[in-house]
Nanobody, 115 residues
Framework: QVQLVESGGGLVQAGGSLRLSCAASGSTFSINAMGWYRQAPGKQRDVVAVISSGGSTNYADSVKGRFTISKDNAKNTVYLQMNTLKPEDTAVYYC?????????WGQGTQVTVSS
């Protein structure tokens, strides 16, 4: 099993920045991908950014050039640096970790961007 603890959400004005963190514990040796997803009210949960065990990254078109995903293998932590935030980035952000064949989700952290 993998346990995830997220932090870093909050309220920020448009154009501002936030950094989300997601720390994994438990069976971290089996992690092969980590990522961030978001879900706005009334909408489905969508991928924001993912990073593979080898460090390859992929981003949703809507965040390319503004968000950066990274990880610290020693700390089993994945980060999402969010710059030039827009009101449409407002959502609950979830960390997702794939360990073996199983997906594990964080509890979610609220990001609110005011105009």
């Amino acid at each position: 099993q993998v346990q995830l603890v997220e932090s870093g959400g909050g309220l920020v004005q448009a154009g501002g920045s936030l950094r989300l963190s997601c720390a994994a514990s438990g069976s971290t040796f089996s992690i092969n991908a980590m990522g961030w997803y978001r879900q706005a009210p009334g909408k489905q949960r969508d991928v924001v950014a993912v990073i593979s065990s080898g460090g390859s990254t992929n981003y949703a078109d809507s965040v390319k050039g503004r968000f950066t995903i990274s990880k610290d293998n020693a700390k089993n932590t994945v980060y999402l640096q969010m710059n030039t935030l827009k009101p449409e980035d407002t959502a609950v952000y979830y960390c997702k970790v794939v360990a073996g064949l199983k997906a594990h989700w964080g509890q979610g952290t609220q990001v609110t961007v005011s105009s």
